[in-house]
């Protein structure tokens, strides 16, 4: 399997986005798979601005000549596309979003009929490449997540694709204990591992393995405590002190 793995976070290897998304991605190399990870935020992408030349003037061609015309040549060769972002205000990174704007040109503009809605076909007439979702998020309930996999779900159905599932860890900043509270970090990135080569294997992500990755942890209340305290050292220190 050929795996485009596409960060959306600002913070790229500094980030809690880059720990989970790269463990998942060990575990499908160690499955046989050929991954080839992208940062959005070191591409120049421009905003979608609603012209549709890419649909009427210029068929399946942007009028933008920016670095997204080999990322839709390197999502056109990919049989899965793994989508890395942080929550931000329940949804998506801004270079997440624009990213996925700008996937217009794969689509043709003309409707069909599928399972009871209209949908774009792909320009190419090839079947898309199936999608999965990583994502990390500073607040403690894995509810949080619910709107941004709805609206990834949403999208798949929208460009045919198949969601394969959304591999989430909530209060991910327990990635920066690894020295203090070692045993929990090693069994979320092994279960992160694990979903990586069930991709690969089974082509599927079992509900046991993604509950594994979101397992709590710390009780809330020391979760409260601890990011509370973390936050008034970052104010003292007039600085985001993970970075």
Not at 138 to 148: A, I, S, V
Not at 166 to 174: D, E, G, I, T
Request: proline residues 5%; glycine residues 8%.
């Amino acid at each position: 399997m050929k795996i485009l793995a596409v960060n959306g976070s600002p913070n790229m290897k500094k980030g809690m986005t880059h720990i989970l998304m790269e463990t998942f991605l060990d575990g499908a190399r160690e499955a046989g798979a050929e991954v080839e990870t992208v940062f959005l935020q070191k591409k120049k992408i421009n905003y979608c601005i609603g012209c549709y030349k890419c649909w009427v003037t210029t068929p399946g061609v942007c009028v933008h000549k920016d670095d997204m015309a080999e990322l839709l040549e390197k999502v056109r060769g990919a049989d899965c596309l793994v989508i890395g972002t942080p929550l931000y205000v329940d949804g998506m990174t801004a270079q997440t979003k624009t990213f996925l704007d700008r996937s217009i040109p794969l689509s043709d503009p003309h409707f069909e009929f599928v399972d009871g809605h209209y949908r774009h076909p792909r320009r190419d007439g090839k079947k898309p490449p199936d999608v999965v979702l990583v994502s990390v998020c500073g607040f403690y309930e894995r509810d949080n997540f619910d709107g941004l996999i709805d609206h990834m779900e949403r999208m798949c159905r929208n460009m045919q694709a198949r969601f394969v599932g959304a591999v989430v860890r909530p209060s991910s900043y327990l990635f920066t204990l690894e020295e203090i509270i070692a045993d929990p970090i090693r069994e979320i990135k092994e279960a992160a591992r694990r979903a990586g080569r069930e991709l690969i294997e089974k082509g599927e992500l079992s509900a046991e393995v993604l509950d594994a990755v979101a397992k709590d942890y710390l009780p809330k209340e020391a979760f409260l405590k601890g990011s509370n305290d973390f936050w008034d050292r970052c104010i003292k220190a007039g600085k985001f002190l993970n970075l």
